[in-house]
């Protein structure tokens, strides 16, 4: 039996370092399994999009496919785009079963590799006068940012820092200058950020702007996507749908 293709799913970004740093990410899951065919689709602003590459996965002859979000937690797009782009090729094609996996947060991979980006910039986990803001592009669904929020409060029961806060690019509080002055206020002197973005784009670069404009010199984490734990959650998520399929199939 013919293995279905694992098609990984991004936003989408206008920003050409976005689709880059996704293939690169979907390279280093090849390089961990060969034998798999794996596909990039986006949901927008990039392309493939999503519904053309399932054309395309029904088109050379497969009958199955996994789907695997590479979303940070269940904000709109992993809970209205992704279903919707998938029942419009059911729809299309209704002999192709598409598996839909869960997307990538909450995992420890995750959390594991925004810490190796942060130490990577430069920061000292025993720096008493560091205030570290964990950056992410926020949402009206507030469990995503949650998820955000719980990841800093770890980061800070493993360091010395003066404090450890989530700061959110858009639609949700608080914003970077705000996150500062909650910083400033337990004795922070110093700033670093930490990156809860897959990608370079748009978003990372506000957070970039505004922290340089609050303070002297912060350390900036790169996003995670290039961190090798990345590749071996996304290879997890579609093992765990073609077993345990999360979400419900369309078949």
């Known amino acids: 039996m013919t293995t279905a293709p694992l098609v990984a799913v991004a936003h989408g970004s206008r920003d050409p370092r976005s689709a880059a740093t996704i293939h690169r990410l979907l390279g280093a899951v090849r390089a961990l399994r060969p034998e798999l065919d794996v596909r990039v689709a986006f949901l927008d602003l990039s392309q493939p999009l999503l519904g053309d590459v399932l054309d395309a996965v029904r088109a050379d002859g497969h009958r199955e496919a996994v789907v695997v979000p590479l979303l940070l937690g269940h904000a709109f797009h992993a809970r209205v785009d992704v279903p919707s782009a998938v029942a419009e090729a059911h ?91 909650l910083l400033r ?23 970039t702007e505004q922290a340089e404009a609050c303070s002297t010199a912060p350390l900036i984490a790169g996003p995670m996507a290039d961190d090798p734990a990345v590749a071996d959650l996304v290879l997890h998520r579609y093992d765990l749908a073609t077993v345990e399929a999360p979400i419900p199939a369309f078949a």
């Open 91 to 181: 729809q299309r094609h209704p002999d192709l079963r598409v598996h839909v996996g869960d997307v990538l947060g909450p995992d420890p991979r995750l959390d594991a590799a925004a810490w190796r980006r942060l130490l990577a910039a430069g920061v000292d986990p025993d720096d008493p006068e560091l205030g570290v803001l964990l950056a992410g592009a926020g949402s009206s669904h507030s469990p995503a940012n949650r998820l955000v929020a719980d990841v800093a409060a770890r980061w800070q029961a493993r360091t010395s820092w003066a404090g450890t806060v989530a700061t959110f690019a858009a639609a949700a509080a608080p914003d970077v200058p705000a996150a500062v002055e």
């Open 185 to 207: 206020a337990r004795g922070a002197r110093r700033f670093a950020v930490g990156s809860w973005f897959l990608a370079p784009g748009l978003l990372p670069d506000r957070i």
